[in-house]
């Protein structure tokens, strides 16, 4: 795959891993919103009142 | 992965490529903003033709020329259309166009996902559209009459055009992070060497604030809106209280969104008024740093005061006090910008030159929306305005001059530049004020609608609401019009006119002034030095 020369490839890496990190934060946001956490405290609060 | 690196020439000398393989294929940052600009023109229009529906069936008490459920439908897809389609990618095509030019960058940092970022969109459009049209055929069930909302339990009866609408609304989304992803790489690792980010110009800063909030609240609408897909299709109950979930539950994912998607919309445009008001001011902007900080500021308690638009759900006191009073809060930093403003004008050697005009009718009409945004967020005053024509007034003071008229200000300002010409001042300065003033006529009855009892999303009123329909109806019809006014303007700059200098504006700073007018189709080839 061809690379613009005005990105090296230190820079073009530099990017992808910065891009990917981000999308992982989405990602994080999307998963968090479905609602699997209110069960997860529910079981934690359970396991502690025990 | 292997990779080759082209050559300088292959990469930066080559003319544009011709005919459809430059649009389709392009990863040029001025080409794919271009794209961003007309889908979003033709968005305004589809949305603005839905409105104006909207306000001709209201001129008149009954019911004249829409059922109920095709009316909410309208409103439904006015609100979606003109968000997603309009408001969001032009704000993005201005960023694609200005951001690369403004920090001595090439090109975006990924300019192939910058491709994709845009291609997402016309499909998303027309699964939006699709969701508008299926009910009209044999079998297609009933119309989305929920709101831009979406509401379940509403929301899980409705028929199948409300899974298009869910897809539209995914793709959208990806189309929205793809693109914040992309500005964000960009801004933090495309600078030019010594721009460091309190050197950045404010419109990048902006935008920076925008794609985090963007990247942080619409996977949570995505995820929302999929457990509504599974509610409807899968047996899920995740809004379904007789199965043990909770519809309240979608109202606050969906105003985790809703709430920091006024910011979205609104900071973009407050970045071009950095811009706008010091070169007609002929002044650098007052207290950049605070500008900054103002915004962050915003950002941050934007993201933690949703449930404002909830009061009426019936939340616990504590929460509601804690609403109100986050809400209220916001005021401070956004009256603060507004201050800066004020003050990058006070004694400024001014000039009134389209895109000035917008500024100013922006400080003035904004602020308007923004204070009786404060009446709303007082809950028992919200108790009275919930869900009235207050609510409708309010949100398109805020949207309009805040989001629409910064980006008008925004094509005015920078059309020389992409252009090359520029645009004729008489005819500017004529569509301003027809569409500010028929703006004020239509939405300004409608506070008064909304104190008196009028409710919105209902497509029939009583009698003695009549005069003030009608003024608004009348306002709606030239504000509606006024913006082909726009389009021409447009289309007359971009085909001849006056010769462009590189600084097409007196007080113009920043980079992409040293550029050429229009554009070379590589630019910052070499990257500039800044001091």
């Known amino acids: 795959m061809k690379i ?19 999308a992982g934060l989405a990602l994080f946001f999307l998963v968090t919103s479905f609602p699997f956490w209110t069960g997860l405290f529910r079981i934690v609060g359970t396991q502690a009142m025990q | 992965m292997s990779t080759t690196t082209m050559t300088h020439d292959e990469a930066h000398h080559h003319e544009a490529p011709k005919g459809w393989r430059r649009w389709l294929f392009s990863t040029n940052h001025k080409d794919i903003g271009t794209l961003y600009l007309l889908f979003a023109l033709t968005m305004l229009f589809l949305g603005g033709a839905s409105a104006m529906l909207i306000r001709l069936e209201l001129f008149q008490p009954g019911i004249q020329l829409l059922d109920p459920d095709l009316y909410n439908n309208l409103v439904t897809n006015h609100a979606l259309i003109m968000i997603f389609g309009a408001v ?40 939006l559209i699709l969701s508008f049209v299926v009910p009209f055929f044999p079998g297609g069930g009933t119309q989305i009459n929920t709101g831009w909302t979406l509401y379940p339990p509403l929301s899980v009866q409705v028929g199948m055009s409300m899974d298009f609408l869910i897809f539209a609304i995914h793709l959208l989304g990806i189309s929205s992070v793809l693109a914040s992803i992309n500005i964000i790489v960009t801004l933090l690792n495309m600078r030019a060497p010594g721009m460091t980010l309190l050197k950045m110009p404010m419109f990048c800063w902006t935008w920076l604030v ?43 994912l969906f105003w985790f969104f809703g709430h920091p998607e006024v910011y979205i919309l609104l900071l973009p445009s407050i970045g071009v008024l950095s811009h706008v008001i010091p070169a007609f ?54 009256g603060l910008m507004i201050f800066n403003f004020i003050a990058t004008m006070w004694r400024g050697s001014m000039t009134f030159e389209t895109p000035m005009l917008f500024a100013v009718g922006i400080v ?5 929306g923004g204070l009786s945004g404060v009446m709303l967020a007082v809950v028992p005053a919200d108790m009275q305005y919930h869900d009235s024509m207050f609510v409708v007034a309010h949100f398109h003071y805020v949207l309009m001059p805040g989001a629409v008229f910064g980006l008008f200000a925004g094509v005015f300002y920078w059309l020389p530049k992409w252009t090359g010409h520029m645009y004729d001042e008489k005819l500017g300065k004529i569509f301003f004020w027809i569409n500010v003033i028929s703006f004020n006529i239509t939405f300004f009855p409608q506070h008064f609608l909304g104190l008196a ?79």
């Open chain 1, 4 to 22: 613009p020369a005005y990105q090296t490839p230190e820079l073009r890496r530099k990017n992808v891993r910065l891009a990917w990190v981000l």
């Open chain 2, 364 to 368: 003035l009409m904004f602020t308007f």
């Open chain 2, 88 to 127: 969001m990618p032009a704000a993005a095509g201005l960023a694609n166009w200005m951001i690369p030019m403004m920090i001595g960058a090439p090109d975006m940092a990924l300019p192939r996902m910058n491709n994709l970022s845009f291609w997402v969109l016309p499909a998303a459009a027309t699964m």
């Open chain 2, 453 to 531: 009892g009028m409710p919105r999303r209902i497509v029939d009123y009583n009698v003695m609401f009549t005069e003030f329909n009608v003024i608004s109806s009348v306002g709606a019809m030239i504000f509606g019009l006024s913006h082909l006014l726009f389009l021409y303007i447009v289309i007359k700059t971009i085909r001849g006119g006056k010769k462009a200098e590189s600084r097409a504006w007196e007080g113009a700073k920043g980079l992409e002034w040293e550029l050429d007018s229009p554009p070379a189709f590589h630019t910052w080839t070499v990257a500039p030095q800044i001091k």
């Open chain 2, 281 to 334: 001011s002929r002044k650098p902007l007052f207290g950049y740093n605070s500008m900054v900080g103002a915004m962050l500021a915003v950002a941050t308690i934007g993201m933690v005061v949703w449930a404002h638009h909830q009061y009426t759900v019936g939340m616990s006191l504590g929460a509601v006090t804690y609403f109100m009073i986050g809400t209220i809060l916001i005021s401070i930093p956004v």
């Open chain 2, 210 to 252: 925008t794609a985090f909030l963007l990247i942080l609240v619409v996977p949570v609408l995505a995820g929302g809106v999929t457990m509504l897909l599974f509610d409807r299709h899968f047996g899920t109950s995740f809004f379904d209280a007789a199965g043990g979930g909770d519809p309240v539950l979608f109202q606050h």
